[in-house]
Nanobody
């Protein structure tokens, strides 16, 4: 199993930056692909970014390409989401997720374990 805890959320002005962290426990972290998803009030959870188990492959939603960067440190069992040039429409609860079968997917369906989420609020 993989247990995850997100941190780093908060309130920031438009144009600002935040770095989210996700600390994971469990022996399967380094073999799992990891993803970040977000859910705005009244909306469905949507894909933000994914990273392969070794960190070489990365994928982003079109809405965040060029602004967000996903990375991981398998020695620390952590995955990160650097968010720059934030916009009010980035406001959401952000979740990290683990796919122990390492399918490197943008679909929440394939992710087995989820963190509790961290709130990101971007003011205009």
């Amino acid at each position: 199993q993989v247990h995850m805890v997100e941190s780093g959320g908060g309130l920031v002005q438009a144009g600002g930056a935040l770095r989210l962290s996700c600390a994971a426990s469990g022996r399967t972290f380094s073999s799992s692909s990891m993803g970040w998803f977000r859910q705005a009030p009244g909306k469905e959870r949507t894909f933000v970014a994914a990273i392969s188990s070794g960190g070489r492959r990365k994928s982003y939603a079109d809405s965040v390409k060029g602004r967000f960067t996903i990375s991981r440190d398998n020695a620390k069992n952590e995955v990160y989401l650097q968010m720059n040039s934030l916009k009010p429409e980035d406001t959401a609860v952000y979740y990290c997720a683990a796919d122990i079968d390492a399918r490197f997917s943008d679909s929440s369906y394939y992710y087995d374990y989820w963190g509790q989420g961290t709130q990101v609020t971007v003011s205009s």
